[in-house]
């Protein structure tokens, strides 16, 4: 009880120092000199107008955000996060040495600095750029089209398997057999059925229910359209969890994440722009680069190129991200003044979001474009999507949901659910997880149809858990089971996985945990 009083206290204490309590204030003494009231009558006048101003939910939307940060490691950045296993640390602190060494190596290897200012013409011409969302013509410099990702996702997949318990007792020593290749030991609650109790069939669902029903179809977007304009946290993320139809879908999700593009929020992002024109640095290079590879070559995601470009040059000088990292296991990498190296008093952090571009990065934001046609919505919603969901896809730690994690789990499920699929593989030499390691990091992005993919993120946030990517990923395994138990070679099962564009996201996910 007394934790709870602290509590209590610690949030209306932050209440009073919020730009929410300093403008509700205004409103309130302003409410009180326009209304001529008896002095009895101000307390049920207030109350009465801080519900019809919506005031009364933001109050409940900041309470409820409290809430999540205090019990929840993904919302809170109050406090830095410790990684507690040694091993799990120690791999971390290495690969993030080799990202570092990998980009110091790329500037020397082409005489190409981290950073420079650009002059007053150059300045000129890229502003003229991204006004006409032309970027992709600034790029075409030969020693800039050298530049190669920063890494793989091969590479981050060899530093994950290689993660090993020292307390791990081996197939060989232990009962139980080892049959997938994660060895970092950390297991993961297979209670998952009850987690997910929502998508056992039993419940409508956006993806089954209004293709086949019409009156769900209608009253579902009557009940979005109420949660809309409640405006509710909470709500939006109830109603995630059986999906979202596409017409909702932006204001949805601007609720979710308490998103409200005000003037000052323009102002913010043109204030990250002028960071872009002001200096050339080379993590642009790398993310238009990877804006070509990936998304441009996408027969989804090729029209927003130039969109891309924009939203992730911006995303790159947030330093609003740097503040996130309380809740990562890693630190944001560092750079030094030239002359300096190793001096902290000399360090600055590059990139300014803290975040370098791997291959693939542009397809975390790419299936957003079809949500939120102007820029500055989608990089409020994809900064909060990463630095809640994402950076975990990428992130080396115990946590439940890291990459890490993910991986064991998805080996977990398989050998529990499919242990005749799972045996096959191996004896072609076929490891399933290899094989959907892609699907994870990409969160299945450039994998599934778009529509698909975005109904399986929704289920992400309103059920607030990336296992469903693992959970999926046994589902499409254990749907195509007679044709992976059919074939007898390496390729050929890589080769019944590689196209899942056909999939259907929730009638597999319903079918495979109405049956597990």
């Known amino acids: 009880m007394e934790d709870q009083k602290d509590f209590v206290e610690e949030v209306l204490k932050q209440m009073s120092h919020s730009y929410?309590?300093?403008?509700?204030?205004?409103?309130?003494?302003?409410?009180?000199?326009k209304a001529n009231l008896y002095s009895g009558d101000i307390k049920k006048h207030l109350k009465k107008f801080l519900k019809e101003s919506g005031y009364s939910v933001t109050i409940q939307n900041f309470i409820y955000q409290r809430v999540l940060e205090k019990y929840n490691r993904r919302y809170n950045s109050s406090g830095a996060y410790k990684e507690p296993l040694e091993y799990i640390e120690k791999a971390q602190i290495t690969w993030q040495k080799?990202?570092?060494?990998?980009?110091?190596?790329?500037?020397?290897?082409?005489?190409?600095?981290l950073s420079r200012k650009r002059n007053a013409q150059d300045q000129k011409v890229l502003s003229q750029k991204l006004e006409n969302m032309q970027l992709g013509l600034e790029y075409n410099d030969e020693a800039y089209s050298k530049l190669r990702p920063v890494y793989s996702s091969a590479d981050f997949f060899e530093v994950l398997v290689n993660i090993k318990n020292?307390?791990?007792?081996?197939?060989?020593?232990?009962?139980?057999?080892?049959?997938?290749?994660?060895?970092?030991?950390?297991?993961?609650?297979?209670?998952?059925?009850?987690?997910?109790?929502?998508?056992?069939?039993?419940?409508?669902?956006?993806?089954i229910d209004d293709?086949?029903?019409?009156?769900f179809a209608s009253e579902w977007i009557a009940v979005g359209q109420k949660v809309i304009a409640q405006r509710h946290i909470a709500a939006s993320r109830q109603y995630l969890k059986q999906g979202c139809p596409s017409g909702l879908r932006k204001d949805i999700w601007r609720t979710f994440f308490n998103i409200?593009?005000?003037?000052?929020?323009?102002?913010?992002?043109e204030r990250l722009k002028g960071k872009v024109l002001e200096y050339d640095?080379?993590?642009?290079?790398?993310?238009?680069k990877d804006v070509r590879l990936t998304a441009t070559n996408d027969d989804a995601f090729f029209v927003f190129e130039d969109v891309l470009h924009q939203v992730m040059l911006v995303f790159s000088?947030?330093?609003?991200?740097?503040?996130?990292?309380?809740?990562?296991?890693?630190?944001?990498?560092?750079?030094?003044?030239?002359?300096?190296?190793?001096?902290?008093e000399y360090s600055v952090n590059y990139p300014p979001c803290g975040i370098f571009p791997f291959h693939g990065f542009s397809m975390l934001a790419a299936p957003l474009c079809y949500i939120f046609e102007k820029p500055v919505e989608l990089f409020f919603v994809f900064r909060q999507l990463y630095s809640r969901y994402f950076y975990q896809l990428y992130d080396i730690s115990s946590h439940p949901e890291s990459i890490v994690s993910l991986c064991s789990f998805f080996e977990e499920r398989l050998q529990l659910d499919e242990p005749q699929v799972f045996k096959h593989l191996l004896e072609i030499k076929a490891q399933p997880l290899r094989i959907v390691f892609s699907w994870f990091l990409f969160a299945f992005s450039g994998y599934?149809?778009?529509?698909?993919?975005?109904?399986?993120?929704?289920?992400?946030?309103?059920?607030?858990?990336?296992?469903?990517?693992?959970?999926?990923?046994?589902?499409?395994?254990?749907?195509r089971r007679e044709n992976l138990l059919g074939v007898t070679t390496k390729a050929s099962a890589e080769a019944v996985l590689a196209d899942i564009s056909t999939i259907k996201v929730i009638p597999v996910l319903v079918q495979y945990l109405s049956n597990s």
Not at 211 to 215: E, Y
Not at 263 to 268: G, K, L, P
Request: hydrophobic share 40%; proline share 3%.
């Open 166 to 207: 020292p307390n791990l007792v081996s197939s060989t020593e232990g009962n139980i057999e080892q049959w997938g290749l994660m060895q970092a030991g950390l297991i993961g609650s297979n209670d998952i059925k009850s987690e997910l109790e929502l998508l056992n069939g039993k419940t409508p669902q956006v993806g």
């Open 317 to 344: 000088r947030d330093t609003w991200m740097i503040d996130q990292f309380h809740h990562f296991s890693n630190q944001p990498p560092k750079s030094y003044v030239r002359g300096r190296l190793g001096l902290e």
């Open 448 to 479: 599934l149809a778009t529509d698909q993919t975005l109904q399986l993120w929704e289920r992400v946030l309103g059920f607030d858990s990336l296992r469903l990517l693992a959970v999926l990923a046994v589902a499409i395994i254990s749907y």
């Open 260 to 269: 409200d593009i005000t003037n000052e929020s323009i102002h913010y992002y």
């Open 281 to 288: 640095m080379l993590v642009d290079y790398l993310i238009m």
């Open 211 to 215: 293709v086949l029903n019409a009156s």
């Open 98 to 113: 080799c990202i570092v060494k990998s980009i110091n190596n790329m500037c020397s290897e082409l005489s190409l600095p």
């Open 20 to 33: 929410v309590h300093l403008e509700m204030k205004k409103s309130l003494q302003n409410e009180i000199n």
